[in-house]
Nanobody, 123 residues
């Protein structure tokens, strides 16, 4: 599966952005999907994940209540709605896919990665 993230940009603190990740392949609906981010000088970290059906979602503590992950299997797209953005949310955001979500692991079971989209939050 090939993944392409988009929707990043520059936003003021308190603002919102919605990231999209378009996936190729007819098997998209069978994959769990996730979002990760990497800030300059830091390691990549988990942000959110969603099961293949969309029924189960998982979030890092630092985004709970602010970010929402969702998917539209008919369109082969997964979204990350980001509200109340903070300067510390500035990072490259990556989408990823895997057979299943493996919670509380480094990469949450993700095996396939797309290129990142840059989100910059100004104070």
């Amino acid at each position: 599966v090939q993944l392409q993230a988009s929707g990043g940009g520059l936003v003021q603190a308190g603002g919102s952005l919605r990231l999209s990740c378009a996936a190729s392949g007819r098997t998209f609906s069978t994959y769990a999907m996730g979002w990760f981010r990497q800030a300059p000088g830091k390691e990549r970290e988990f942000v959110a994940a969603i099961s293949w059906s969309g029924v189960s979602t998982y979030y890092a503590e630092f985004v709970k209540g602010r970010f929402t992950i969702s998917r539209e299997n008919a369109k082969n797209v997964v979204y990350l709605q980001m509200n109340n953005l903070k300067p510390e949310d500035t990072a490259d955001y990556y989408c990823a896919a895997g057979v299943t979500v493996v919670a509380d692991t480094d990469y949450y079971g993700m095996d396939y990665w797309g290129k990142g989209t840059l989100v910059t939050v100004s104070s």
